[in-house]
């Protein structure tokens, strides 16, 4: 079955620090690509999407960009802030092509 | 109300006991979604309707859990017989059009469920 892989966390950075969370995807076909967030005590909310190969998906200073051939969705921020500490998702679609695939979630703790 | 809501946000049940969570979807939005998460773990798929169809009940783990969306707004999901492994978060989402890949899900922010 279609399986996601991320990194394991928790990640913690110092604030302004470069911040990478692999994800990696098995899937049938091509999904849309999606990462989400979760703030303490809030729900989950989209943070980013790509719906093609090489499109590149952006929010908040978050990048991420479909890479078919090696079937990964890694997200990226050049300078993380203290508001950025999260649980961070990575989830293509399933194949119903409605549904969420979730990884693990990989937690983030930003320093001052 | 402006997001999706779920009540309760915590329940306790004793081992057992039949238990009813409720979603309050965005208005207007066509697609519901029903996700379990477990401690650590992402978010896995349940049940998913379009209005009041229940298309996709394949992710529901046994025949202890029934969905159910009759006017296609308020969803509940019922947990009969609730057992230890089914303590997790169940999270609802809800979105706009009728399931197309690529379409931005909504969360509520769960309720948390523990049996005893």
């Known amino acids: 079955g279609d399986s996601v892989t991320q990194m394991e966390g928790p990640v913690t950075l110092s604030e302004e620090a470069f911040l990478t969370i692999n994800c990696t995807y098995t899937?049938?076909?091509?999904?849309?690509l999606f990462w989400y967030v979760q703030y303490p005590g809030e729900g989950l909310q989209l943070l980013l999407k790509?719906?093609?190969?090489?499109d590149k998906g952006s929010n908040k200073g978050f990048e991420a960009t479909y890479r078919k051939e090696t079937t990964s969705f890694h997200l990226e921020k050049g300078s993380v802030q203290v508001s950025d500490s999260a649980v961070y998702f990575c989830?293509?679609?399933?194949?119903?092509?409605?549904?969420?695939?979730f990884g693990k979630g990989t937690s983030l703790l930003v320093t001052p | 109300g402006a997001g999706v809501s779920q009540s309760p946000r915590y329940k306790v049940a004793k081992r057992g006991q039949d238990v009813a969570l409720r979603c309050d979807p965005i208005?207007?939005?066509?697609?519901l979604f029903w996700y379990q998460q477990a401690l650590g773990q992402g978010p896995e798929f349940l049940t998913y309707?379009?209005?009041?169809?229940?298309?996709?009940k394949s992710g529901l783990p046994s025949d202890r859990f029934f969905a159910e969306r009759p006017e296609g707004s308020v969803s509940t999901l019922k947990i009969q017989r609730t057992q230890q492994e089914d303590s997790a978060v169940y999270l609802c989402?809800?979105?706009?059009?009728?399931?197309?890949?690529?379409?931005?899900?909504?969360f509520g922010q769960g309720t948390r469920l523990t049996v005893v």
């Open positions: 989402a809800s979105s706009l059009g009728g399931g197309s890949s690529g379409a931005e899900a909504f």
């Open positions: 899937a049938t076909g091509y999904p849309s």
């Open positions: 790509a719906t093609k190969a090489d």
């Open positions: 989830a293509p679609n399933s194949n119903s092509g409605y549904a969420l695939n």
């Open positions: 208005s207007g939005h066509v697609s």
């Open positions: 309707f379009q209005n009041e169809a229940q298309l996709d």
